[in-house]
């Protein structure tokens, strides 16, 4: 009784698990972007568009375009395929026009003020984030018309979209985490926000990353 109860508790402790982690990652996205807006206080200066606008961006439309095919904890999980990949190019389509805003704000007010452009690493990273995120969301293309993907299959161009994505998202995450160590953001809070902040984030990258390579390997296992 002991050894056939132990390999069916494993699966479910697993569930609970991958479950729990994905409803806390979307409280996290929320929650975080919230954050941020009454930090910021968005419209108060050019500065104030570029934090709200990016973790707009990033930590909520790009998160939550991906938990959409999880299947634990997806918002519309009775939904067909058909309709969650329109949700998730609404989703990543603002996700890139959050993401151009944001930068082309904070690159006004750098101009305003008359500071340099992208002298720190979070400015380099933001730069190279946004520009992968527009290469990103082109190369997409294919996969809502495939008759501009000659010679690709779809369950390829599926993988490489994919793979692309998660590259694009733990980009933007390592942007956010290179914002937190801004003398604006390490002036404006305590220290245990501060850790807690960039825990926040780091959590929601592992999900996002297990989730992704989950369903990469269940798609190789049922291929082989």
């Known amino acids: 009784m002991v050894h ?58 790009m998160t939550e375009a991906i938990l959409l095919f999880s ?43 008359g500071k340099p452009h992208f002298t720190s690493w ?18 997409a293309m294919p996969l809502s018309y495939p008759s501009l993907a000659k010679g690709w299959s779809l369950a390829k161009l599926k993988r490489y979209h994919a793979a692309s994505g998660l590259i694009t998202y733990l980009l933007g995450s390592a942007s956010m985490l290179l914002g937190l160590c801004s003398v604006w953001f390490a002036g404006a809070v305590r220290e245990y926000t501060w850790y807690l902040s960039a825990l926040c984030l780091v959590l929601s990258a592992f999900v996002i990353m297990n989730q992704v390579s989950r369903s990469y390997m269940a798609k190789k296992r049922f291929q082989s």
């Open 71 to 113: 299947p634990e904890g997806s918002p519309i999980k009775s939904f067909s395929h058909k309709t969650k990949g329109g949700v998730h190019r609404l989703l990543q389509g603002l996700c890139a026009s959050c993401a151009v805003l944001g930068f082309a704000a904070i690159f006004y007010n750098k101009h305003l003020s």
């Open 122 to 139: 979070h400015g380099l990273f933001g730069l190279l984030t946004v520009c992968v995120v527009i290469a990103q969301s082109l190369a």
């Open 4 to 61: 056939k109860k132990e390999p069916e508790s494993e699966p479910r402790l697993y569930g609970f698990t991958r479950t729990a982690s994905v409803v806390l990652t979307h409280l996290i996205c929320l929650g975080f972007a919230v954050f941020i807006s009454v930090l910021s206080r968005p419209g108060t200066s050019w500065f104030s568009w570029h934090p709200f606008l990016m973790t707009l961006a990033f930590s909520f439309f």
